[in-house]
């Protein structure tokens, strides 16, 4: 017998069910992106590994241990399939010189990789949305970017994410603080695993991001980055600091927050929630002012964040979960004439705002009706012969003891609203 073939471990499907709400959250993300000005840029899911390398860093544990890399059999050329955006987004704005004609607001939506173990909220192929503001300086766009995230929570409802934000100052006040911590974290070298040590060599700063417990007090007595800051580093995350509290939006300063990737600068910040286990960031980014020189285009100032969307589809699902969210009507109609005549029920339905699954595929009133109670519908809406006949519509509650009646199709959006609301639609 043939062995049956399966989708590779940790690249899932996204079957009927799961894709309505990722078409939801997809146009809530557009809707939201184009109303700040940021206009869409794709890029291509190979490139070549060297801009991972040269943009990301050599001593990152993506670079390091996650990218899917080879060498192409033809060509020679050493590719990899994205393990992130922001380093694509930038090489596009240089090769095509984007920023030519002033600042740029970029979007892009699509799938990242990475070879990782995958868990709840971390897969191997996994979905991004990411802005990124290019040629911009100041602290304003900072802020802009997190009062962006903050709308977007709300536009999807969810609730229950915090912000954290740090800065990493400037290059040469990073090195002053790597100093000391090398220093600290040498002296203390006996309490470190074998992974931090390895970071001790390379890429110090992320041994501050450690979970492991057995290291925290070590940790928690390291030099802090924000006490080596200089006058224009402090300025910038006042700045940001001070429109956030403008807005009323509240945030964290997380002096242990570093974020993965060397390519950071000044502020940098991650949105976290307790809903989803260990995966708890859900969003990510900050300022990177070196990165467009460093793939090759002129200076240039810039920032940006990406959110992980498997994770935000978790909490949108399980925001649908705990409120109960189901359709107002399911429409159950049996018969040609009835079916036509659900059709412009249900339609006329939706007109009025309600959220109505209309039965398809035949079938028994008692197993429509089945099929209603279980979506969770607060009204069944049914259609027999008798009533595509009479154009009428049988109305029955399905939450509590109440009779059903016929109405008119004329009356039926006043009907259901009088079971729902009490009241009649305009």
């Not at 502020?267 to 260990?278: K, P, R, S, Y």
């Not at 659900?342 to 309600?354: I, M, N, Q, T, V």
């Amino acid at each position: 017998m043939t062995q049956t073939l399966q989708a590779v471990r940790g690249m899932n499907d996204i079957l009927p069910d799961q894709a309505e709400l990722w078409e939801r959250f997809e146009e809530t993300v557009r809707g939201w992106l184009a109303a700040y000005g940021y206009r869409n840029v794709r890029t291509p899911l190979l490139e070549h590994t060297a801009l991972f390398r040269r943009a990301i860093g050599e001593a990152t544990d993506i670079v390091e241990k996650e990218m899917y890399s080879f060498v192409d059999e033809l060509s020679g050329e050493h590719l990899t399939l994205r393990p992130e955006a922001t380093a694509s987004v930038v090489r596009a704005a240089v090769e095509h010189s984007l920023l030519y004609s002033g600042p740029q607001r970029l979007w892009y939506m699509g799938p990242m990789y990475r070879h990782e173990r995958p868990q709840k909220g971390r897969f191997r192929q996994f979905h991004q949305v990411g802005a990124e503001a290019l040629g911009y300086a100041g602290p304003d766009v900072d802020a802009e970017l997190l009062l962006m995230c903050a709308r977007l929570w709300g536009d999807l409802g969810i609730d229950g994410i915090r912000l954290h934000i740090n800065s990493l100052g400037s290059l040469d006040e990073r090195l002053a603080h790597r100093e000391a911590l090398v220093a600290h974290l040498r002296a203390h070298e006996g309490e470190l695993d074998e992974d931090s040590r390895r970071r001790l060599q390379t890429n110090p700063l992320r041994v501050l991001d450690s979970k492991n417990q057995a290291m925290q007090q070590v940790i928690a007595g390291a030099p802090k980055l924000l006490d080596f800051l200089g006058d224009a580093s402090l300025a910038h995350f006042e700045g940001v600091q001070a429109i956030l509290k403008d807005a009323g939006l509240p945030y964290t300063i997380d002096a242990r927050l570093v974020r993965g990737l060397d390519y950071y600068n000044l502020t940098v910040f991650e949105w976290i929630t307790d809903q989803l286990g260990a995966q708890g960031t859900v969003c990510g980014g900050g300022r990177y002012d070196g990165l467009i020189e460093q793939i090759g285009g002129k200076p240039a100032p810039a920032a940006g964040f990406a959110m992980g969307v498997e994770r935000l589809i978790a909490l949108m699902q399980k925001a649908e979960d705990d409120s109960g969210a189901a359709p107002d009507v399911y429409v159950v109609n049996q018969g040609e004439a009835a079916t036509r005549l659900a059709f412009r029920a249900a339609e006329r339905l939706r007109d009025h705002g309600l959220a109505v699954i209309q039965h398809c595929g035949g079938g028994s009133f008692k197993s429509q009706m089945k099929r209603a109670d279980a979506s969770g519908a607060t009204i069944a809406a049914i259609i027999g012969d008798d009533e595509a006949a009479a154009g009428e519509v049988t109305v029955k509650p399905l939450r509590e003891e109440r009779g059903q009646s016929r109405v008119a199709l004329e009356r039926l959006a006043d009907a259901v609203s009088e079971l729902l609301y009490g009241e009649h639609f305009e």
